[in-house]
């Protein structure tokens, strides 16, 4: 299950991937929002990290102006690897090296065949793993270590 979310400046290219979803017949919720008034990233972001977080959504993606904001917003959340994909091939490193569970995009930065393009190149890509799982192990160690420092 794949959970979605924007704000304002990321609204049309929302619409644009939830029919990419919709075409593959991949089940997905759509977290908002649902209208072009001023929202605040990080709200949305927060709806779609804290359900990949706990596991209760496998994957997400996000949409905001740049994708600036929320990207820093959803990777607050533990075990979130929340992606800013600009072209084919970040879309393709985000998931072979990555194995990036969220993907974020810049709504003011990508057109709706760009997006589209994207989406689809980070859903049909297998995390590589082997060495990359070393690394992402190292980010979890990071997460754990500054957990039982608190
Ligand atoms: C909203 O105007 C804009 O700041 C937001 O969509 C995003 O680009 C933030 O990083």
Redesign the pocket.
């Known amino acids: 299950m794949i959970v979605v979310a924007s704000?304002?400046?990321?609204l049309s290219l929302k619409s644009a991937i939830c029919a990419v979803l919709k075409e593959r017949e991949i089940v997905y919720r759509d977290l908002g929002t649902d209208n072009g008034d001023?929202v605040d990233?990080p709200d949305f972001a927060a709806k779609v990290a804290a359900q990949v977080s706990s596991g209760e959504a496998e994957q997400g993606v996000l949409i905001?102006?740049?994708?600036?904001?929320?990207s820093?917003a959803a990777n607050k959340y533990p075990g979130v690897r929340a992606a800013l994909v600009h072209d084919p091939f970040t879309a393709k490193m985000s998931k072979e090296h990555n194995n990036a569970n969220i993907l974020v995009m810049?709504?003011?930065v990508l057109s709706e065949v760009e997006a589209r393009n994207l989406v689809t190149i980070w859903l049909d890509t297998a995390f590589e793993g082997g060495r990359h799982q070393k690394r992402l192990d190292k980010i979890t160690a990071i997460e754990e270590n500054l957990r039982s420092s608190r």
């Open positions: 704000d304002h400046g990321g001023s990233y905001c102006g740049t994708g600036i904001g929320i820093i810049g709504g003011r």
